[in-house]
């Protein structure tokens, strides 16, 4: 079956900018998880949902960053007035049940110049 | 609070020879204890996992790793090196008992397995 999508898999913006990230789950999953990993370092911890709700939020690193899942499925990342130390990749997750094991996607790389 | 530690970021290992890729984490509770395999401009594809029972653990492409409770590590291991197994290794942590279920990663250990 289908794993773990996500749109774009390159995103370049200006400082200042709007930008979302898309994050389409393996089917049937509720448990749905979104990470950064910066250059040289291992994945972080932003947001995740059970559901259409953000059961775990403390990840993220300011008010810029805001994620939604409005039908319990596709999961959008939303990044306001974007700084260049954004520049990451984006990674998103998702599992059958919130202690299942967590599958990714293949990332969405943002540079912000 | 937990974290995890990878405390080489390259390890080399000839074709055919065993290799080991170092991981040691520190939690407040059980770990549930995870292996993810990255490659070139790829997400992380998982490998492995120890959430109770047998300390040695299978998992895919004749990797596995062992649970060491006493010197709180979670080594991954593989009998003979192949090529293609040239990659970025991550090794994660989850605490049972912090209720979180977001993992925590460790740095990486870049592997090349020279032919």
């Known amino acids: 079956g289908a794993g773990v999508s996500q749109t774009p898999s390159n995103k370049v913006t200006e400082k200042g900018k709007y930008v979302e990230l898309r994050c389409d789950p393996i089917?049937?999953?509720?448990?749905l998880y979104w990470y950064r990993q910066s250059l040289g370092q291992g994945p972080e911890f932003l947001i995740y949902?059970?559901?259409?709700?953000?059961?775990?939020d403390s990840g993220l690193p300011n008010d810029r960053f805001f994620a939604v899942r409005p039908e319990g499925s596709v999961s959008t990342l939303k990044i306001q007035r974007t700084e260049r130390g954004d520049s990451a990749v984006y990674l998103c997750?998702?599992?059958?049940?919130?202690?299942?094991?967590?599958?990714f996607g293949p990332g969405t790389r943002l540079t912000v110049l | 609070a937990q974290s995890v530690a990878q405390p080489e970021d390259q390890v080399n290992v000839a074709e055919g020879n065993p290799l080991t890729v170092k991981c040691t984490y520190s939690v407040s509770g059980n770990p549930y204890l995870f292996w993810y395999v990255q490659y070139p401009n790829r997400g992380l594809q998982f490998l492995l996992k120890y959430i109770t029972g047998d300390n040695l653990v299978k998992g895919s492409y004749g990797f596995e790793a062992e649970f060491n409770k006493s010197q709180t590590s979670f080594h991954l291991k593989k009998p003979s090196a192949l090529v293609s197994d040239s990659a970025l290794y991550f090794c994660a942590v989850r605490d049972d008992q912090t209720g979180a279920n977001n993992l925590f990663f460790g740095t990486g250990t870049r592997l090349t397995v020279i032919p």
């Open positions: 997750a998702s599992s059958l049940s919130l202690q299942g094991t967590q599958f």
């Open positions: 089917s049937g999953h509720t448990a």
């Open positions: 949902f059970q559901g259409t709700g953000a059961a775990d």
